[in-house]
């Protein structure tokens, strides 16, 4: 009896994984619009599930050089790009009706001068972060910032940063939020400083009124500005910073994603590190992958640190760098 050809099982899975997600592309594609609902929650669900899996690297191949998912792969990140915008936007929105629902239903919006009253004002916090905490992707978020801030401790040297900008925060900044809890323990002498950028004027508006809802602390490290990622009104806080990271739907087409990391580079100061979202494997057809050499290597200005890939329930993977001392011709 002739045994199983390997090759011919990898095609069988590997068409397996075509199928699924050409179904879900074609699905997602098909609707009039992607803001959360039981239809457009159960898709995306679906397709994170479908590209979190880890198959054999001759199973990954096979998929992303499939002329089909390379024909859809653009068409495909941006509906992710536009259905996660939509998620955040609802979901910041809900936040923030919960504090201001609670703060209204005590007379702290119809009355001001009740907000004395550090009980209330607590209360209505308290709000905020119980439906922050009801956000569906709450944990992966959480985990992926852990995971990037730990390993962004390992490589830096002296003390946890204490400023940091955050390029692309969108209308929920999760990981901003994250990045202040995680580092309020370490920086007990020194205030915390987290810059948001995003160049969507909805998403600076709802970040900003979700902070302020969620207290004092959040309300006070947290500043956000409207902005290109390439405009000269960010020199300031990217020179300022410790730490800048560059989310992974920022500039996602080939070749923009280079021209912003090296603007973004000239702009930090030496010693500073970079910190790239990217995806390996058949994640990277959700968020588009980080060249470690065409994106990282070949910029002289940075000096490339590590990259980390997940391999359980956060999709992202992490690229550090750091920024070189200019050198004097």
């Known amino acids: 009896m002739r045994g199983l050809d390997p090759l011919a099982n990898d095609d069988v899975e590997a068409q397996k994984y075509i199928t699924a997600i050409l179904h879900t592309y074609k699905a997602l594609s098909n609707l009039p619009k992607l803001e ?17 899996c880890t198959p054999t690297s001759s199973v990954v191949t ?14 495909l990140q941006q509906l992710c790009s536009t259905g996660e915008f939509q998620l ?7 936040i923030y009706g919960a504090a201001t629902e ?13 907000l004395v009253d550090p009980h ?6 308290e709000a905020a972060h119980a439906a922050l905490q009801s956000f ?6 959480k985990e992926l910032t852990r995971l990037e801030l730990n390993t962004v401790l390992a490589v830096k040297s002296g003390e946890p940063p204490s400023t940091v900008t955050f390029i692309g925060s969108g209308p929920l900044p999760l ?28 998403a600076v508006a709802l970040s900003s009124a979700l902070c302020q809802a969620l207290g004092s602390f959040h309300s006070q490290v947290m500043r956000f500005q409207c902005a ?32 912003l990391i090296t603007h973004i580079a000239s702009q930090m100061r030496p010693g500073a590190l970079l910190v790239l979202r990217s995806a390996h494997s058949l994640r990277s057809l959700m968020y588009s992958a980080i060249d470690l050499e065409r994106d990282v290597s070949a910029i002289s200005s940075l000096q490339l640190l590590l990259e980390v890939h997940p391999y359980h329930d956060v999709v992202n993977s992490v690229v550090i760098a750091r920024i070189c001392e200019k050198r004097h011709s």
């Open 228 to 259: 290109d990622a390439s405009d000269d009104q960010i020199r300031c806080p990217l020179q300022d910073s410790d730490v800048v990271y560059i989310a992974a739907l920022v500039r996602s087409i080939e070749g923009q994603k280079r021209q």
């Open 120 to 125: 209330r004002v607590l209360m209505s916090g």
């Open 62 to 75: 096979k998929v992303l050089t499939n002329p089909y998912i390379n024909e859809i792969g653009a068409k």
């Open 175 to 202: 990981t901003s939020i994250f990045i202040a809890d995680m580092l309020k323990n370490d920086n007990l002498n020194k205030p915390i400083t987290i810059h948001n950028i995003d160049h969507c004027p909805k």
């Open 136 to 141: 569906p992707y709450y944990q992966n978020y």
């Open 36 to 52: 959360p609902s039981p239809v457009v929650n159960s898709l995306f669900q679906a397709l994170v599930e479908i590209c979190s």
């Open 88 to 94: 955040e936007k609802y979901w910041s929105q809900k």
């Open 102 to 114: 609670l703060a209204s239903s005590q007379g702290l919006i119809q009355h001001p001068h009740l």
